[in-house]
């Protein structure tokens, strides 16, 4: 942040700025200045750090410690740059709205005292707040963002217009991270752990077959594919499986005698269950399923392989 506290950062959002109530009149001071414990509200003040209690509704619960450790000896160089955000629950009492990264790297730090914004806001606002802040950090992956979506959603009893109005989005962004949720729990702990990017992660969205899913994944996985050979692998999938699906369905139709009879021969011939599926234009395929490797072997050896 800038030392002029006085201009907006529209990096925040419409949502938050406005939630925020900004003053133009910000009171400047530095970690050297008094502690005023009746600084009054909107103002940027130094506050001690163990009179603030972290924000119970704070969306991110990981941190990553080594990049915390790094933010803190940052701090021990160059200070706190940009303040944190809290609302004043009592006269020596905080609570944190926004800037939890920082407020733990000050404590590790070894600060004592923290420049603050002071602000007023109710349990909705701090849930509002906390996810919006939470949403628009550069760091946070695809599923935190999804996550942080339905929450307002749910417990900000927004619709989907009014969420993309708050964080910027139009309303198939936001539909496509909400998406993301209805992903296997495998899945979806991939994509948090940046296994996979978001790109992978809506190619498996449009195959409705969770086994069918999962294989893919676990190949992707396997493989290390990229979204575009990800991309034809499921087309590839999809539309075999639908070919196939209408080729049982022309099979179960019009089954001929004649592949009936030739079905049950070899199913005798190779001493397992044989199938045949043939459509209207007697194109299809002779399926010989095995239990084992050696199983596999003995069909071998009967055909002479």
Do not use: W
């Amino acid at each position: 942040m800038s030392n002029n506290s006085g201009t907006k950062r529209n990096a925040l959002g419409r949502g938050l700025s406005a939630l925020l109530k900004d003053n133009d009149t910000v009171n400047q001071s530095s970690a050297e200045n008094k502690i005023n414990t009746d600084a009054p509200l909107n103002y940027i003040n130094d506050i001690l750090i163990d009179n603030i209690e972290v924000n119970p509704f704070q969306p991110r619960t990981h941190f990553d410690q080594e990049a915390l450790h790094e933010l803190a000896d940052s701090i021990k160089t160059q200070g706190i740059i940009q303040p944190i955000t809290v609302r004043q629950l009592s006269k020596d009492k905080y609570q944190l709205i926004s800037g939890e990264r920082r407020y733990q790297a000050s404590k590790i730090a070894g600060l004592t005292v923290i420049p603050a914004y002071i602000r007023t806001a109710n349990d909705q606002q701090m849930l509002e707040m906390a996810l919006i802040e939470n949403i628009q950090r550069e760091n946070l992956n695809a599923l935190e963002v999804a996550i942080s979506y339905q929450r307002m959603i749910t417990e900000c009893n927004l619709k989907q217009e009014e969420l993309g109005d708050r964080v910027g989005k139009n309303r198939s962004t936001v539909n496509n991270y909400l998406r993301l949720l209805k992903l296997p729990p495998d899945i979806q702990a991939a994509l948090r752990d940046e296994e996979i990017s978001m790109g992978h992660a809506r190619a498996l969205i449009g195959i409705d077959n969770i086994a069918l899913q999962l294989s893919i994944f676990k190949q992707l996985i396997e493989q290390e594919l990229s979204v575009r050979k990800l991309e034809e692998l499921v087309r590839e999938a999809t539309e075999g499986k639908e070919k196939n699906k209408s080729l049982k369905s022309s099979i179960s139709k019009n089954k001929d005698p004649e592949i009936n009879h030739v079905q049950q021969k070899l199913t005798s011939f190779f001493g397992t269950k044989i199938q045949i599926k043939a459509d209207d234009k007697n194109k299809g395929e002779i399926k010989i399923p095995f239990m084992s490797t050696e199983d596999l072997n003995r069909i071998l050896e009967l055909i002479n392989i």
